[in-house]
Nanobody
């Protein structure tokens, strides 16, 4: 089994900052890509940011220049630093990871349970 647990969500005022964390645990041999997605009420889930095992990053257009994704491979953890938050950033944020559990097995994508981020004055 593999579990992803997010933390760091909450209520913040516009212009504020939050840092999300997502730790993967369980039967893990190697993690390839990791990422953050978000889903606002009545909207589809959208890409926030991804990061490869080598540190190559990719961002959704709406967060470029404000959010930064990073990871600690030794801790199997991915982070999302969110600055200059706006009300439209309000959503449930989900992390995912492409995990190889055993030698020769394919990578499989696992998801966390989500953490709520609310940006409001």
């Amino acid at each position: 089994q593999v579990q992803l647990v997010e933390s760091g969500g909450g209520l913040v005022q516009p212009g504020g900052s939050l840092r999300l964390s997502c730790a993967a645990s369980g039967s893990i041999l190697h993690i390839n890509g990791m990422g953050w997605y978000r889903q606002a009420p009545a909207k589809e889930r959208e890409l926030v940011a991804t990061i490869s095992s080598g540190g190559i990053t990719n961002y959704g257009d709406s967060v470029k220049g404000r959010f930064t994704i990073s990871r600690d491979n030794a801790k199997n953890t991915v982070y999302l630093q969110m600055n200059d938050l706006k009300p439209e950033d309000t959503a449930v944020y989900y992390c995912n990871a492409a995990v190889m559990r055993n030698y020769g097995s394919p990578y499989r994508t696992y998801w966390g349970q989500g953490t709520q981020v609310t940006v409001s004055s």
